[in-house]
């Protein structure tokens, strides 16, 4: 789906269309190669929480078959 980009003020802003309405007033913006994403900021905490819990957890030991 196309967005439109527009001016605002000296910054460019984008009009989301209804269909992906955010329920978020404010949202974080990352660069992920060419793409811009947008991300609810309750998403990126919950994202950080589940990457902090996997970091705490102990190495696998166990040998992987090969395919």
């Known amino acids: ?4 980009v527009i001016k605002s ?3 460019q ?5 209804a269909a992906f309405r955010l329920a978020a007033k404010e ?3 990352t ?3 060419g793409r811009l ?3 609810d900021p309750k ?3 919950r994202r950080h929480r589940a990457m902090r819990k996997l970091m705490t957890l102990p190495p696998i030991e166990e040998e992987w078959p090969r395919p």
């Open 27 to 29: 949202v974080e913006i």
């Open 1 to 4: 789906m196309r967005a439109k």
């Open 37 to 39: 994403v947008i991300m």
């Open 13 to 17: 802003a984008v009009r989301i269309p």
């Open 43 to 45: 998403d990126m905490a």
């Open 31 to 33: 660069r992920e190669g």
């Open 9 to 11: 003020g000296n910054s």
